[in-house]
């Protein structure tokens, strides 16, 4: 099937993987092996990414055992929109443009930001052939196509899942609640919104400062 709806659906989606792209290349302009810092020394929410990007690898492994071409598109459409535009990217743009570059906080974001490339440019490769090819050949003018380039080897991290489940869903939570008066011009942003959520919703070892930062607020 296939008709105006499908086609303008397909097109908003090439547009948001094409913009995240963008942002990654954006954003990891100078970045060197010297800059890179070790999962360990990493804040907890790099470290629940990179546990999300090996759930993300697996599935897509998978999918392309089964020739299931609709779950490996969707899943990584989804990844990149929910997980990294939408969440991750969302709460560490101040981190890229306001630390000082050698922050050890920073360097961490980008050092996700490399490994998360360096993954999603393969996986996209398959399906986006003309815009991967593009990308890679931006950020890597001489290391000739990425349709060259072997399936990633993802760092194996653990995360708490469950945990991270729960904030998500508060944060969204409270991001339903700031939007109406952004809308009615109440406050500008969520950064002028003091929150308050109930204790009972937070999970262990979350401070205020660590929620204010998840929530933008």
Same mark, same amino acid.
């Given at each position: 099937?296939?008709?105006?709806?499908?086609?303008?659906?397909?097109?908003?989606?090439? !547009?948001?993987? @094409?913009?995240?792209?963008?942002?990654?290349?954006? +954003? &990891?302009?100078?970045?060197?092996?010297?800059?890179? /810092?070790?999962?360990?020394?990493?804040?907890?929410?790099?470290?629940?990414?990179?546990?999300?990007?090996?759930?993300?690898?697996?599935?897509?492994?998978?999918?392309?055992?089964?020739?299931?071409?609709?779950?490996?598109?969707?899943?990584?459409?989804?990844?990149?929109?929910?997980?990294?535009?939408?969440?991750?990217?969302?709460?560490?743009?101040?981190?890229?443009?306001?630390?000082?570059?050698?922050?050890?906080?920073? !360097?961490?974001? @980008?050092?996700?930001?490399?490994?998360?490339?360096? +993954? &999603?440019?393969?996986?996209?490769?398959?399906?986006? /052939?003309?815009?991967?090819?593009?990308?890679?050949?931006?950020?890597?003018?001489?290391?000739?196509?990425?349709?060259?380039?072997?399936?990633?080897?993802?760092?194996?991290?653990?995360?708490?899942?469950?945990?991270?489940?729960?904030?998500?869903?508060?944060?969204?939570?409270?991001?339903?609640?700031?939007?109406?008066?952004?809308?009615?011009?109440?406050?500008?942003?969520?950064?002028?919104?003091?929150?308050?959520?109930?204790?009972?919703?937070?999970?262990?070892?979350?401070?205020?400062?660590?929620?204010?930062?998840?929530?933008?607020?």
């Amino acid at each position: 099937r296939i008709g105006p709806e499908i086609l303008k659906g397909v097109a908003d989606q090439y !547009r948001k993987l @094409r913009n995240t792209f963008r942002y990654m290349l954006g +954003a &990891l302009g100078g970045f060197d092996e010297a800059e890179k /810092v070790a999962v360990a020394d990493m804040p907890e929410l790099e470290q629940y990414v990179l546990a999300l990007l090996g759930e993300l690898d697996g599935k897509l492994r998978q999918a392309v055992e089964d020739y299931d071409f609709n779950t490996y598109t969707r899943s990584l459409v989804d990844f990149m929109n929910e997980d990294l535009s939408a969440f991750f990217f969302d709460i560490r743009k101040d981190r890229l443009y306001c630390d000082v570059p050698g922050g050890l906080k920073r !360097r961490a974001y @980008r050092t996700v930001l490399d490994t998360l490339f360096q +993954a &999603l440019i393969r996986y996209a490769a398959p399906v986006l /052939v003309f815009t991967s090819e593009e990308v890679w050949g931006t950020r890597y003018p001489d290391a000739g196509s990425v349709h060259l380039l072997e399936w990633p080897e993802v760092p194996a991290v653990d995360a708490d899942m469950a945990v991270w489940a729960a904030v998500r869903r508060l944060r969204e939570r409270v991001t339903e609640a700031i939007e109406p008066l952004r809308r009615e011009k109440t406050i500008r942003s969520g950064l002028e919104a003091e929150v308050v959520v109930p204790s009972n919703a937070v999970p262990i070892g979350f401070t205020p400062e660590d929620l204010s930062e998840l929530f933008i607020t």
